[in-house]
């Protein structure tokens, strides 16, 4: 028995079986859906969802306020999509409800928001409950004023939503801007608690833009933001529902790269949120910014730019697709969060999205961004990169950046380097609606307080506090260049082609284990 412990031990530490390890996969999902334009010819939110895993998952879905449940195979290289009960998962108002949707799986899974309403579609990448926190601050947009719907006229406004995770979880909101909650008024900057129980909701809503609206729990939610419907760039033009799940701050990084999206030539807007006073940001061709907490900072970046964005502490990075008016593109507005650098990932599996005004002239891209000399490893659906793929530097970094077309359904990115990582945002156009998300994200606690720990491969830990995870392997060399050894390690070991690696693996067992 003591000899069958201690393997599982030994390849459990040098296999990195870590069923926690903190990224945008996992096995319970709490979420829920912001509210969209009730159009005549209603359509009902959908989940997308894929899995990493070859044997597929078993996933169970379930409306806790109608104790509606059902049970699905999610199979490998291929999207499941999953259409929900509007009614019950769709918040309305600026009120608290019980809309959430609770989804469980055996093995990891990849799940995606999606309500794409005619004409006002987008979707976001949801967020496991193991990664969830305690505080947020949202992004929105601008209000689209004087929108008119079925003979009405009025002001679309920007929202947010929390969702429940633990029973007993008071909410605290400060929000940017004056709101009416559940028929009591509130000031920018004025305080309120609202109590949430697991499963419960609330979205609040304003015709005013939300940005910088703080969120604080005494227990982990979830926090979804965006506008019920907006123009971005210009007051004219197609519009669109935006939406992403916002990560916690205590995920939030410091250095970021920005992508423009392909087919727009009017350039695409950023937000930067800081968390923190005294937050100082440079952009690349910018003047510096010093932003408190809740402030934002909007930056225009012409469509041929590639931009470097630091920090000193913590802070959100938002792009928004422009209203197609803009450049006379057949592309519409979505927001997409942008992890820093540090979050991101060595592999993916993502998903496109169905949009509905044309089905048969969508078109499906990704950005990649990884280090210049780092290219060569890259592959798509396991295949190197197309040999016409055209690479831009970004000015001040080793990285560069593409573009490229993919096809609808899912898809694997991955570099052969287990240490070396990828930034992957997947995005979509069809006029009149588009969508946009990141491909996937780490979401280790890198703007959290630090305490140095023994490392575990690919447990998703800063385990040296140098604000950077999973980036050595256990090969008694200084990878990252820091003066240390071996002391942050990747899901790997022996060799730094993730392909080789098991191999080196079970020799080394064969000679730690009696």
């Known amino acids: 028995m003591a000899r069958v412990h201690f393997s599982v031990l030994v390849l459990t530490a040098l296999f990195g079986w870590n069923l926690a390890a903190r990224d945008n996969k996992g096995t319970e999902f709490i979420l829920t859906f912001l509210e969209n334009f009730q159009r005549t010819a209603e359509k009902n939110p959908e989940l997308f969802i894929a899995t990493p895993h070859l044997t597929g998952a078993s996933v169970t879905i379930t409306f806790p306020s109608n104790d509606f449940t059902t049970q699905l195979q999610v199979t490998y290289g291929q999207v499941t999509q999953v259409e929900l009960d509007r009614e019950a998962v769709e918040l309305r108002g600026s009120v608290k409800s019980d809309k959430a949707v609770h989804i469980t799986s055996d093995v990891e899974i990849v799940v995606y928001g999606v309500f794409a309403q005619w004409a006002s579609s987008d979707a976001y990448l949801a967020l496991p409950t193991d990664v969830l926190g305690t ?55 004025q305080a309120f608690s609202v109590g949430l129980g697991r499963f419960e909701t609330l979205q609040v ?16 939610v979830a926090v979804l933001s965006g506008n019920m419907f907006a123009t971005v760039g210009s007051d004219r033009g197609t519009g669109d529902h935006v939406v992403e799940m916002i990560p916690p701050v205590d ?3 410091k250095e970021f790269v920005t992508v423009p999206l392909t087919k727009h030539t009017g350039g695409d807007i950023f937000r930067v949120i800081a968390a923190r006073d005294n937050t100082q940001v440079s952009v690349t061709n910018e003047n510096m910014k010093t932003l408190n907490a809740g402030e934002f900072s909007e930056l225009d970046v012409p469509s041929d730019q590639y931009r470097h964005v630091t920090s000193n502490e913590p802070i959100l990075l938002v792009q928004y697709s422009k209203t197609g008016s803009i450049d006379q593109t057949e592309t519409d507005p979505f927001m997409m969060v942008i992890p820093p650098v540090t979050q991101f990932e060595t592999e993916y599996t993502f998903a496109t999205v169905d949009l509905l005004s044309d089905r048969t002239e969508p078109t499906h891209h990704i950005n990649l961004v990884v280090s210049s000399t780092k290219k060569a490893g890259l592959r798509l659906d396991g295949q190197p990169l197309p040999s016409d793929t055209v690479w831009h530097d970004v000015p001040g970094t080793d990285y560069a950046a593409t573009q490229l077309d993919i096809s609808i359904g899912t898809h694997t990115v991955r570099h052969l380097s287990p240490i070396t990582t990828v930034g992957l945002f997947s995005y979509g156009f069809v006029h009149p609606e588009s969508y946009g998300y990141p491909g996937g994200l780490r979401l280790a606690r890198i703007a959290a307080l630090c305490s140095t720990t023994a490392p575990v491969p690919a447990d998703r830990v800063d385990n040296d506090c140098d604000g950077r995870v999973d980036e050595e392997l256990l090969n008694g060399i200084d990878d990252d260049g820091d003066g240390l050894i071996d002391e942050d390690l990747a899901n790997s070991n022996c060799a730094d082609n993730r392909d080789q690696y098991r191999t080196c693996l079970q020799q080394r067992c064969r000679n730690l284990v009696p």
């Open 251 to 253: 995920t939030w990084g």
């Open 205 to 220: 809503q304003t015709p005013e833009d939300l940005t910088g609206s703080k969120i604080t729990a005494t227990q982990p």
């Open 135 to 189: 505080e947020y601050f949202v992004s929105c947009r601008t209000v689209k004023r004087g929108f008119r719907e079925n003979g009405v006229t009025f002001d679309v406004p920007s929202e947010f939503g929390v969702v429940g995770v633990h029973d007993g979880t008071t909410v605290t909101i400060v929000p940017s801007q004056a709101v009416t909650f559940d028929g009591q008024n509130y000031a920018a900057g």
